[in-house]
């Protein structure tokens, strides 16, 4: 990091007497720059391991634990295990010579010339470190690089289905090979009892199916407005916050894009749609590990407020990753937690400085401030790494144990994902089926991109958990094909070819009719306004207040009026001097 030159120079001139002192070297009536240069010389000649023998276990654990840290770590983090050196002007060190009674173990190596205080530029921007000068570091030994896997003991899969409720300049997170990844030793494996695998989300609630959807969506709607509301219906899962990254996500990739029309599906998503289903979740997992998705503001329980501080996310994902079993089989969330606490507490503020975020607490309505809050922020966003994104992505399950801990398991998905291993770029689809009642179903394991193609030409309906997608041929689904250039003929010939025989004659017929005539028929909802006397209807079409209300006649004494109407007809009558009696559920 610096020079024992370097660092001397940064000292007041009566803490480079005092550190002479210490090493009987007489620096009294020297000029500072002649005290640095005096104590450059002497400080390499120091054995600094023997010295560290002699020195209190918790003062030779501090110089450790630099020396683990690369040889410096910011103050804050430094301050928190081993306090921190009172910073004085020249004066007040006279007065009160604070070498003598040293107040803490950072003060005790200060004053000997151990310790090292100063600002150096990372990645976040400009950090105050406590270090070690070059010399000094090059004399300890370098502890062993471990890989950072957590050493926890593998525990039964789950056996009870239920959710868990867990409350600058950037880089991507390049998923590293296991053999680049150091690890400490794992302890021993407890043998597991038998138990029923976790069944809380069906395999088809996959993050590449519901992205098609929301592709095919935006195909047909642009995401306008008044129509966002129809795609919770649509998804396998429609938890808000894991709609919100896979709709980010798309966006990064390139998937989606904003139009004049909205926003629509481009190329790139083609050729996403076109892949094997190996493909489309590495590209979402390569997505995510560089996302500008920030994770922790969706946090259950946590409210990020303010301004004034930003997180990384990438931070985070990236320690995780670091730390996850690089082999199959469950785990306690607890455990990796505690493990990443002990190794890596500040992986995601460098700075050590737990008072500058401001984290609320939902349910206490409370500022999660300290060191004391890391398992309410640091560990809830852990798990919900685990619980949310990873496992939505399909690189991880979650469940419970037979006491309700939270525990997980790594997927062979991510462990291929992390040893770079290409994606089968092949799959075995099946074909869609066209029903006689004019409802095309399409399967979990058809091909994504047909799906896409049905989503332009007929009406998605409610998905059902377990059953396949489905989809409805109606008048407005065809005039939407024919905006986009498919024409009755074209159609046929797709859904035959997809599904891999004759479309049934009653759905050709129709489809063939439409092309001839367009719209035959329609089937709506309205409310029927019945009157006693046909004069009474005229009075109602005839009146400026109320003939937009009135819709289309049903002889003398009814008419049609919109759902949306019939409320204000209501209101108006009324004001107008007649009551409407409702007959209605």
Known sequence: MRSLEQALAEHELVVLRVIGEWWELDLTGAQKGECVQALAELLPQLDVVAEMEYMPPEEAAALQELVAQGGRMPVAAFRRQHGEVREMGPGRLEREEPWLEPVNVAEALYYRGFLYRGFDEIAEGLLEFYYLPDELLAQLPQPKREKKQAAVREVAPPSVAQPLVV??????????????VQTPPAAPKQPAPAAKPDTTLPEAASAVDDLTTMLAFAQRTGFAAETRHQLDRLLL?????????????????????????????????????????????????????????????????????????????????????????????????????????????????????????????????????????????????????????????GLTDFGQDEVGEPIYQVTPTLLNWLNQQPAKADEVTVPIV??????????????????????????????????????????????????????????????????????????????????ERGVEGRLEQVVILRVREAAILDILRNNAQTQGFIGESLGDFAAVVRQQDWQPLLETTARLGLLLDIAMG
């Open 167 to 180: 409350g600058k300049k950037k880089t991507a997170v390049s998923p590293p090979k296991p053999s680049a």
């Open 237 to 393: 899962d429609n938890d808000p916050a894991r709609r919100s990254l896979l709709l980010t996500l798309a966006r990064e990739m390139e998937l989606l894009r904003q139009v004049d029309g909205g926003v629509r599906p481009t190329r790139t998503a083609v050729s996403w749609l076109q892949s094997s289903r190996e493909q489309q979740t590495d590209a979402l997992a390569d997505a995510w590990s560089h996302s500008s998705w920030n994770d922790l503001h969706h946090v259950p329980g946590l409210i990020c407020e303010g301004e004034r501080w930003q997180n990384d996310p990438l931070l985070p994902r990236t320690t995780l990753i670091d730390y996850l079993p690089r082999e199959l089989g469950w785990f306690k969330v607890g455990e990796l937690t505690a493990v990443i606490k002990t190794n890596d507490p500040d992986f995601q503020r460098p700075d050590g400085n737990y008072d500058t975020w401001y984290v609320r607490e939902a349910e206490s309505n409370q500022f999660l401030s300290g060191f004391g809050s890391w398992d309410k922020v640091e560990g809830r966003l852990l798990a919900f790494l685990l619980r949310g994104p990873l496992r939505w992505l």
């Open 434 to 515: 066209v029903e006689q009642q004019a409802v095309i179903l399409v399967p979990f394991n058809a091909n994504r991109y047909q799906r896409f193609q049905v989503s332009r030409v007929a009406d998605a309906l409610p998905v059902e958990p377990g059953k396949p997608f489905a989809y409805r041929i109606t008048p407005q689904s065809l005039v939407a094909a024919k905006e986009q250039g498919i024409d009755a003929d074209r159609l046929l010939q797709f859904l035959e070819t997809t599904s891999g025989r004759p479309v049934p004659a009653g759905v050709k017929r129709a489809i063939s009719r439409w092309g």
